[in-house]
Structures are given as structure tokens and as C-alpha cells.
């Protein structure tokens, strides 16, 4: 049981503390409620071009990394489709430092044309050498918006292309910053040996004064149901032939989330997951094959991934994966087969309660969904899945018409 107090700051800024007493490390995380399905269709790559702009310095603060390091901390962001998390540990000593560093830029992120154009050639490098310049790079490039038509979630968090970040311009730049990073759309988590109210005292004292922002409402296209299987494929210079499987699946908060990412987990967790011990081990097929899902908040993807051994016919492969599919919707699961899975996702989430920063990352991520104490419920959840609940969802998700696929042919 993870036990926190939670706190609502006049300004709107949701804050939660976590003590835990056993680490002289604190964690603080501040979560934005800003992705890339926020973004423009014609401006997109925003979200993560903030996640840098961020630390190109604030107005009091002109390199954000120095006054953190001097007091030995560490920090890193990440960005995805739902939303943008910043996160630092420290010494507890010196937490008021973190206070210092993520309350000024909340308020006070230093726009220059300097530090624009140096964040803007740093994501279009990253565009150039992640999704363009290595093999297999620009699969979700293609995937997802061969997956959504309508939907935001069609695009990457770097961007549906170059040019987007390239034409970025600083009043777009500040409108961006102006509409999402206040504190009425973040959650502030602290998580260590720390007290509660001195905690809320840091937070009255460092953020109540931030002009709360503008409330609006998200006005996101839903994604029409798919009715017809779509293909792509393309050439290119890759080692092997691969295939990029996609189907659509429930969000997040639905009720079916838990036994489909239990269903992920049979055809791929491990040497004897049904994939691995079948096509890769057993009938040699594939070099690689995985299943995962994309645990998007809106309705999200059940992806499927491999990579062919050299002559082996592409169509065959894929015939096999129908095999394995088709059994998940003709038989119930087998009792020791679900079990095993059960316990991985169980060690794995009790495990992740050991580390200080991973609480604070899941707490601020819970707490996004709706309520910070659905993370005591979550193996809870897993727990009730039964052989009946993973049936039903293959038969609802490995649907021909419910499949995007992306082909990879080697050129020779």
C-alpha cells in the first residue's frame, strides 16, 4: 500500500506527498497534462519540443542543470501521445532547490530566438538520426497513421514531419507554453523521507503565487471504428524483411485494459510466451517477434512486431502469427499458463514500488487517469483477469478488420 496525502493549491496545481523514510533521496516529478494528441494536425512535434525548451533555462535561472548538479541531483523528461513528465531526485537537504528551479520555469521560461533555434535543431537532429536515419526508424511514422485517420494519436510525439519543427515560430512557440504549462494543468509529486505540510508550506511558498491559466476543454477526434484491413508496404534498406501488426484496443481506464495487456504478455513475455517458443524457438521463422500494447489514455494499438530470418517467405511468417491468434479465440487459456503471466506483472509492479522515483511517476500518472490510489488497485486488477475475459478479448481484437499492417522488404 502506497500511502500519500494529496493537496489542492488555490492556483489549481494538484500536489501529492509520498513519505517514505527508508531513503535519504527525495523525487519530485511534475507531470503537464500536455501530449502529442494536443497538438495542431499542421504544428505537431510541440510537446516535445518543450520537453527541451524546458531546460534551455528560465528567467531566473539561465542553465537549469547547474544549480541542480551542484547540489547533487539528477534530472530527465519524457514525452508521449497523453502527456509530458519532468522529473529530478535530490538529497533532502536540499529539496527547496527543486522547488526553486521547477517553479520559476512553470512561470518564467526564458524565451529567446537563441534558445529556439538551438532546441529546434536538436529535435530535428533527432527526427534525422531516431526516425529517419536507422533501420526500421520510421515505422510508427507509417503505422500510425495507417492505425488513425481522424484521431491525433496518427502522428508521433516527434512530429508528422521535419518542416513542422522547422517553421516553429516563437509566438506559436509561446501560445503553446501559455495554454498547457500552468499549474491548474500539472500534478506535483514529492516522494521521500519527508513531511506532508512542510511540503505543502515549499509549495504555497514556490508555486501558489503562478497565475493558475486559462481553464479550457479538449476537443479531441474520436477514431471511427476501422472496418477494413489496411496494408502498407515499403522498401528500404534494412537487414531483413519485418512485419508491423496493428490492432486497435479498449483505453486505458476501460475495463478490459488489464486482460489485454495480460493477452500482450502471453504471445510475448519470455522464451515461453507463444510467439517466442513457437515461431522463434520452435519453427524458426523469426529472428525477433513481439507483442505489446501502446496504453494510450484514448482507445490504443496491439502491436505486433518481427523481424523475418533471412528466406523465409513473408506471407508464410505472417500466416503463422494468424495460427497462434486463432488459437487465443477457439480455446480458453490454459490456468498455469495465465497464472505465470499474473505473477511477472505482479513481481514486476511490486518491484517498482521499491524505487522512490518510480512511485512518484506512477502516483502523478494515477492521479492523471482520475485518482492517485487506483496504483494500490492495479494487481488487484490483473488478479481478477480470468481464461474467459483473454478469449474474449482476442476474438474482439484479432479481427482482419481491425488490423493495420506494415511491411518491411529488404531491398536486395
Same mark, same amino acid.
Given at each position: 500500500?502506497?500511502?500519500?496525502?494529496?493537496?489542492?493549491?488555490?492556483?489549481?496545481?494538484?500536489?501529492?506527498?509520498?513519505?517514505?523514510?527508508?531513503?535519504?533521496?527525495?523525487?519530485?516529478?511534475?507531470?503537464?497534462?500536455?501530449?502529442?494528441?494536443?497538438?495542431?494536425?499542421?504544428?505537431?512535434?510541440?510537446?516535445?519540443?518543450?520537453?527541451?525548451?524546458?531546460?534551455?533555462?528560465?528567467?531566473?535561472?539561465?542553465?537549469?542543470?547547474?544549480?541542480?548538479?551542484?547540489?547533487?541531483?539528477?534530472?530527465?523528461?519524457?514525452?508521449?501521445?497523453?502527456?509530458?513528465?519532468?522529473?529530478?531526485?535530490?538529497?533532502?537537504?536540499?529539496?527547496?532547490?527543486?522547488?526553486?528551479?521547477?517553479?520559476?520555469?512553470?512561470?518564467?521560461?526564458?524565451?529567446?530566438?537563441?534558445?529556439?533555434?538551438?532546441?529546434?535543431?536538436?529535435?530535428?537532429?533527432?527526427?534525422?538520426?531516431?526516425?529517419?536515419?536507422?533501420?526500421?526508424?520510421?515505422?510508427?511514422?507509417?503505422?500510425?497513421?495507417?492505425?488513425?485517420?481522424?484521431?491525433?494519436?496518427?502522428?508521433?510525439?516527434?512530429?508528422?514531419?521535419?518542416?513542422?519543427?522547422?517553421?516553429?515560430?516563437?509566438?506559436?512557440?509561446?501560445?503553446?507554453?501559455?495554454?498547457?504549462?500552468?499549474?491548474?494543468?500539472?500534478?506535483?509529486?514529492?516522494?521521500?523521507?519527508?513531511?506532508?505540510? $512542510?511540503?505543502?508550506? !515549499?509549495?504555497?511558498?514556490?508555486?501558489?503565487?503562478?497565475?493558475?491559466? /486559462? &481553464?479550457?476543454?479538449? %476537443? @479531441? +477526434?474520436?477514431?471511427?471504428?476501422?472496418?477494413?484491413?489496411?496494408?502498407?508496404?515499403?522498401?528500404?534498406?534494412?537487414?531483413?524483411?519485418?512485419?508491423?501488426?496493428?490492432?486497435?484496443?479498449?483505453?486505458?481506464?476501460?475495463?478490459?485494459?488489464?486482460?489485454?495487456?495480460?493477452?500482450?504478455?502471453?504471445?510475448?513475455?519470455?522464451?515461453?510466451?507463444?510467439?517466442?517458443?513457437?515461431?522463434?524457438?520452435?519453427?524458426?521463422?523469426?529472428?525477433?517477434?513481439?507483442?505489446?500494447?501502446?496504453?494510450?489514455?484514448?482507445?490504443?494499438?496491439?502491436?505486433?512486431?518481427?523481424?523475418?530470418? $533471412?528466406?523465409?517467405? !513473408?506471407?508464410?511468417?505472417?500466416?503463422?502469427?494468424?495460427?497462434?491468434? /486463432? &488459437?487465443?479465440?477457439? %480455446? @480458453? +487459456?490454459?490456468?498455469?499458463?495465465?497464472?505465470?503471466?499474473?505473477?511477472?506483472?505482479?513481481?514486476?509492479?511490486?518491484?517498482?514500488?521499491?524505487?522512490?522515483?518510480?512511485?512518484?511517476?506512477?502516483?502523478?500518472?494515477?492521479?492523471?487517469?482520475?485518482?492517485?490510489?487506483?496504483?494500490?488497485?492495479?494487481?488487484?486488477?490483473?488478479?481478477?483477469?480470468?481464461?474467459?475475459?483473454?478469449?474474449?478479448?482476442?476474438?474482439?481484437?484479432?479481427?482482419?478488420?481491425?488490423?493495420?499492417?506494415?511491411?518491411?522488404?529488404?531491398?536486395?
Amino acid at each position: 500500500m502506497i500511502e500519500f496525502k494529496r493537496y489542492l493549491l488555490d492556483n489549481g496545481l494538484t500536489l501529492i506527498v509520498h513519505q517514505d523514510q527508508s531513503t535519504p533521496i527525495v523525487a519530485v516529478n511534475v507531470l503537464y497534462k500536455v501530449g502529442a494528441r494536443d497538438e495542431h494536425p499542421d504544428k505537431t512535434g510541440f510537446a516535445h519540443l518543450f520537453e527541451h525548451l524546458m531546460f534551455g533555462g528560465s528567467e531566473n535561472i539561465p542553465k537549469y542543470d547547474e544549480p541542480l548538479q551542484k547540489v547533487g541531483g539528477e534530472n530527465n523528461a519524457f514525452t508521449n501521445n497523453d502527456y509530458t513528465n519532468y522529473y529530478l531526485t535530490l538529497p533532502k537537504q536540499n529539496i527547496e532547490t527543486a522547488f526553486w528551479l521547477e517553479s520559476d520555469r512553470m512561470l518564467n521560461l526564458a524565451f529567446s530566438p537563441k534558445s529556439l533555434d538551438v532546441q529546434r535543431n536538436v529535435v530535428i537532429e533527432e527526427f534525422k538520426q531516431v526516425f529517419l536515419n536507422q533501420p526500421y526508424g520510421d515505422a510508427w511514422l507509417l503505422l500510425r497513421p495507417l492505425a488513425y485517420k481522424k484521431h491525433p494519436y496518427q502522428w508521433s510525439t516527434i512530429g508528422k514531419e521535419i518542416s513542422h519543427i522547422e517553421n516553429a515560430k516563437m509566438e506559436d512557440v509561446k501560445s503553446f507554453y501559455k495554454k498547457y504549462y500552468n499549474p491548474n494543468n500539472a500534478i506535483l509529486v514529492v516522494a521521500g523521507n519527508v513531511d506532508p505540510e $512542510n511540503i505543502k508550506k !515549499l509549495a504555497d511558498k514556490w508555486f501558489g503565487n503562478i497565475p493558475s491559466g /486559462e &481553464k479550457f476543454e479538449r %476537443d @479531441i +477526434i474520436s477514431e471511427p471504428v476501422q472496418t477494413e484491413k489496411r496494408e502498407l508496404s515499403v522498401k528500404r534498406k534494412v537487414p531483413v524483411n519485418a512485419i508491423y501488426k496493428a490492432f486497435h484496443m479498449c483505453k486505458r481506464l476501460d475495463k478490459e485494459y488489464h486482460a489485454t495487456n495480460l493477452l500482450s504478455d502471453i504471445l510475448s513475455n519470455g522464451e515461453s510466451s507463444r510467439l517466442y517458443s513457437k515461431l522463434v524457438k520452435e519453427k524458426k521463422l523469426f529472428s525477433e517477434l513481439h507483442a505489446f500494447i501502446s496504453g494510450d489514455i484514448d482507445e490504443g494499438l496491439f502491436i505486433i512486431t518481427g523481424k523475418l530470418m $533471412n528466406g523465409i517467405d !513473408l506471407k508464410k511468417a505472417e500466416q503463422e502469427i494468424y495460427v497462434e491468434l /486463432e &488459437k487465443l479465440k477457439t %480455446d @480458453i +487459456i490454459n490456468g498455469n499458463e495465465l497464472l505465470k503471466v499474473k505473477n511477472k506483472i505482479e513481481s514486476s509492479l511490486t518491484f517498482s514500488e521499491i524505487n522512490i522515483l518510480t512511485k512518484a511517476m506512477n502516483l502523478a500518472y494515477n492521479e492523471y487517469l482520475g485518482d492517485a490510489h487506483m496504483i494500490n488497485n492495479e494487481i488487484d486488477y490483473y488478479l481478477k483477469v480470468t481464461g474467459e475475459d483473454i478469449q474474449k478479448i482476442a476474438k474482439k481484437i484479432f479481427r482482419p478488420e481491425n488490423e493495420s499492417n506494415l511491411y518491411y522488404i529488404a531491398e536486395q
